[in-house]
């Protein structure tokens, strides 16, 4: 397995462009099972949960394949031959469950391998589900497997959600495009994500109202055609970046980024001593002095990111004072915690809160990365540590950030990956 060595202490200065969303482009790709024309996404990254996902609609039956020479563009369609997503490939990556809408939705019937618990939590699929049955749907559990059957089609419903979910709204929103009637999705996602699926299904011919808000309106349509998608830059790959100037006392122009994007973490960010410019082109993060603690709490969108939390966390490692920063989307979302205290940090959790006391200095160590956005903390941690921090498995990492190494060393880290 290969690992990362870091030698901290550099502050970070350059520009790094910031690539797709990784997960704006998991769903997109399954959209492309909506439709037998061809889906064009142009800005794809290059990611395993992406091959993953590649991997998981080229066995439906569907064509993938690039499109010009960019190496970013590819185009997805064509007529559905197998309607099981097995266990070996949703075993590697949840997001494969966003195959079940579009599937029964186009092919009537669909049977997935259902999505076991991960690092961060239990994770269940139990909204998906329940919305599908809502639209009439019937789906049975056996074998480890998601069975569902709509052999006369899907109709219109209204499901009101009973806590947000990212997952089931754009499972259920591609479900509803094809689906007979009004579907209503209240209580909505409204994460960049979901606009951007939701942008390209209307580009799709797909009759959506509401699109940004959390009441989706969706006048099913009886067929999706074929069109150009460009995917939205990764927000979250973006506010990694700004924590790695950050906590390098550095200054990165992050080419892609958008302030509108980034939600609450811009807020915490400024208030925690980071400015940060827009320009047309991006982003442009520097640290002024000293961190200051800045508490925060995760929520859905535009609240601050789940996802950015790991990575926050280890930028408060440093800072002045104190800050709380509390999980409440995920249960088990802390364990790059006992790995940030390994370097010198002093973090205590206490249920849901952790309180992170700021340090003068963390030393590098050997450490684990335990899932995506925790190893990214882990490697912020070893950049502006003293000494070599070596962090292990990091194709936790690959999962979701490309070309990491290049990208810091060309503006000034030292590290490096090496191979295992
Ligand atoms: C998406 O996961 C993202 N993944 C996650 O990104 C992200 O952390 C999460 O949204 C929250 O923002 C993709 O977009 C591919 P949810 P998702 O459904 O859709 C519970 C990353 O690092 N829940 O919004 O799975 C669930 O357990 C990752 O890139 C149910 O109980 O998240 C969680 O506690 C990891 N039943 C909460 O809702 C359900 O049917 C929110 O989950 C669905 C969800």
Do not use: W
Request: charged share 20%; with cysteine; hydrophobic share 45%.
């Amino acid at each position: 397995m290969d690992k990362i060595r870091i030698r901290g202490g550099k502050p970070l200065s350059g520009e790094i462009v910031i690539g797709g969303a990784k997960n704006a482009g998991l769903p997109l790709m399954a959209a492309g099972l909506l439709t037998d024309e061809r889906l064009v996404l142009s800005n794809v990254p290059h990611l395993a949960d992406i091959r993953t996902m590649q991997e998981l609609v080229a066995q439906h039956g569907v064509a993938v394949e690039p499109v010009g020479t960019d190496g970013r563009t590819v185009a997805i369609g064509g007529e559905i031959t197998n309607s099981v997503a097995p266990y070996d490939i949703v075993r590697k990556m949840r997001a494969s469950v966003f195959v079940l809408g579009p599937l029964v939705a186009r092919a009537g019937e669909a049977k997935v391998s259902l999505p076991g618990g991960c690092a961060i939590g239990n994770r269940p699929i139990d909204l998906h589900i329940k919305g599908l049955e809502a639209m009439g749907a019937e789906i049975v559990l056996e074998g480890g497997y998601v069975q569902a059957r709509a052999p006369k089609g899907l109709h219109g419903a209204r499901i009101a959600f009973p806590f947000v979910s990212v997952g089931a709204t754009e499972n259920l929103l591609m479900a509803a495009a094809l689906a007979e009637g009004r579907t209503e999705l209240v209580n909505a996602a409204r994460e960049p994500e979901i606009c951007d699926l939701a942008h390209c299904l209307v580009a799709m011919g797909a009759q959506i109202e509401g699109i940004g808000t959390a009441h989706l309106v969706v006048e099913g349509v009886k067929r999706l055609h074929g069109a150009e998608h460009a995917i939205i830059p990764d927000r979250i790959e973006c506010g990694t970046y700004a924590c790695a100037a950050a906590i390098t006392g550095g200054d990165l122009f992050l080419r892609g980024g958008r302030l509108d994007h980034l939600g609450a973490l811009v807020k915490a960010l400024r208030e925690a001593g980071v400015d940060i410019d827009e320009t047309p082109q991006g982003l442009h993060v520097r640290r002024r002095a000293g961190l200051h603690g800045a508490d925060v709490m995760t929520e859905p969108y535009p609240g601050f990111a789940t996802d950015m939390q790991a990575q926050y966390m280890a930028l408060m490692c440093v800072c002045d004072g104190a800050a709380l920063i509390t999980e409440t989307i995920f249960e088990n979302r802390f364990m790059h915690v006992p790995e940030l205290n390994r370097m010198g940090a002093r973090i205590n959790v206490h249920g849901s809160s952790a309180i992170v006391r700021g340090v003068p200095q963390l030393s590098g160590a050997p450490v684990m990365a335990t899932d995506l956005r925790a190893s990214f903390s882990l490697v912020l941690a070893g950049l502006a540590a003293q000494g070599e921090t070596t962090v292990n498995r990091v194709y936790h990492l690959d999962r979701g950030y490309e070309a990491v190494e290049q990208k810091l060393a060309a503006c000034g880290a030292d590290i490096e990956r090496i191979p295992g």
